[in-house]
Nanobody, 118 residues
Framework: QVQLVESGGGSVQAGGSLRLSCAAS????????LGWYRQAPGKQREYVAA???????TYTDSVKGRFTISRDNAKNTVYLQMNSLKPEDTAVYYC????????????WGQGTQITVSS
């Protein structure tokens, strides 16, 4: 079992910045990647970014150059630095963990709201 707790959500004007944090606990050894997803009102949950235990990073195209994912292995924490925020970034952001055994993101945090006003 993996527990994920997000923090750092809030409201910001377009062009502003926010940083999300996600602390993982429990069966840390079972995780091979930590990532972020988001879900806007009326839309499906979408992938944002992820970082593997080996440090490989991927982003969805819409956030490249604006968002940066990083991790602190000593703290079992992953971060998402979000710069140049746009109103279309408004969503609930979820931290997720991908397990070695299943190869999918199968552990989820509770979600944190990000609202970007124009």
């Amino acid at each position: 079992q993996v527990q994920l707790v997000e923090s750092g959500g809030g409201s910001v004007q377009a062009g502003g910045s926010l940083r999300l944090s996600c602390a993982a606990s429990g069966s840390i050894f079972s995780i091979n990647a930590l990532g972020w997803y988001r879900q806007a009102p009326g839309k499906q949950r979408e992938y944002v970014a992820a970082i593997t235990t080996g440090g490989r990073i991927t982003y969805t195209d819409s956030v490249k150059g604006r968002f940066t994912i990083s991790r602190d292995n000593a703290k079992n924490t992953v971060y998402l630095q979000m710069n140049s925020l746009k109103p279309e970034d408004t969503a609930v952001y979820y931290c997720a963990a991908r397990s070695w055994s299943r190869g999918i993101f199968d552990s989820w945090g509770q979600g944190t709201q990000i609202t970007v006003s124009s």
